[in-house]
């Protein structure tokens, strides 16, 4: 796990089911009410969330398996 000082750790996840700006936009803001992110950024061009803070893996996955989309850890 990529983890700083503070505890943090940086999560990379693979987004499947995104077609357009407004999914990537629902993904960010589902990925946001994870308790203990700090920030998240999704690109739908390549399909990838990048996630800041102190929420597990596994938590950010439910998250966007959750809200119709799926995900998978490539990076933790």
Do not use: K, Y
């Amino acid at each position: 796990m990529n983890t700083d000082q503070s505890g943090e750790s940086r999560t990379v996840l693979s987004i499947t089911g995104m077609t357009c700006g407004g999914c990537a936009n629902t993904v960010t803001r589902v990925l946001q009410r994870v308790p203990g992110v700090r920030r998240a950024e999704v690109d739908l061009a390549s399909a990838r969330a990048r996630v800041e803070g102190t929420a597990r893996p596994a938590e950010l996955v439910a998250a966007a398996e959750g809200a119709g989309f799926g995900a998978a850890v490539l990076e933790a």
